[in-house]
T-cell receptor, first 111, second 114 residues
């Protein structure tokens, strides 16, 4: 069945450094790739998403890149801040399909 | 109501008991979802509904049932709870019309089955 692999499972960076989280997927029909952030004890919230007709999307310190040929996409956070500490989930979906989530990456930003 | 709400916030339940988790959204989204979140396993889809009156099975539907009598409400029922159903349950909703759009999550229900 469809599968989304997310790496690393944990990531620790110093404040101000960059963080990169990568996801690979198996379903070549996937065309929607969102990223969710979940702070401790809170609900997941969308931070950025990209569709298959776009290779890169940026929103301030956050960017997502997509390589459809290799079937992987990545989240890039620059100039990390302590408030970026959270669990990040990638997901994929086909057109009108349900989201399939990765298992999450726990990001810790040390001041 | 603003957005998507869930009730109860948390619950301790004896094994074998029946329990219904409630979910309500006021965004007029056509699609609604139920996920369970377990440590190290991410978010796994239990059931979904693309529109009022229809439901479908997700990745882990066994032991759960849902109904979608109207647009706003999507209750999840555990007919006879078992300890393996101890989890955090999130309801979500989105507008789907030709393409998947942002899913908005409720605050979650923490369920402990003893």
């Amino acid at each position: 069945g469809e599968n989304v692999e997310q790496h690393p499972s944990t990531l620790s960076v110093q404040e101000g450094d960059s963080a990169v989280i990568k996801c690979t997927y198996s379903d070549s029909a996937s065309n929607y790739f969102p990223w969710y952030k979940q702070e401790l004890g809170k609900r997941p919230q969308l931070i950025i998403d990209i569709r298959s007709n776009v290779g890169e999307k940026k929103d301030q310190r956050i960017a997502v890149t997509l390589n459809k040929t290799a079937k992987h996409f990545s989240l890039h956070i620059t100039e990390t801040q302590p408030e970026d500490s959270a669990v990040y989930f990638c997901a994929t979906a086909r057109r009108q399909g349900n989201l399939i989530f990765g298992k999450g990456t726990k990001l810790s930003v040390k001041p | 109501i603003a957005g998507i709400t869930q009730a109860p916030t948390s619950q301790i339940l004896a094994a074998g008991r029946r329990m219904t988790l409630r979910c309500t959204q006021d965004m007029r989204h056509n699609a609604m979802y139920w996920y369970r979140q377990d440590l190290g396993l991410g978010l796994r889809l239990i059931h979904y509904s693309n529109t009022a009156g229809t439901t479908g099975k997700g990745e882990v539907p066994d032991g759960y049932s849902v109904s979608r009598a109207n647009t706003d409400d999507f209750p999840l029922t555990l007919a006879s709870a078992v300890p393996s159903q101890t989890s955090v349950y999130f309801c979500a909703s989105s507008w789907v019309a030709g393409a998947q759009e942002t899913q908005y999550f409720g605050p979650g229900t923490r369920l402990l089955v003893l």
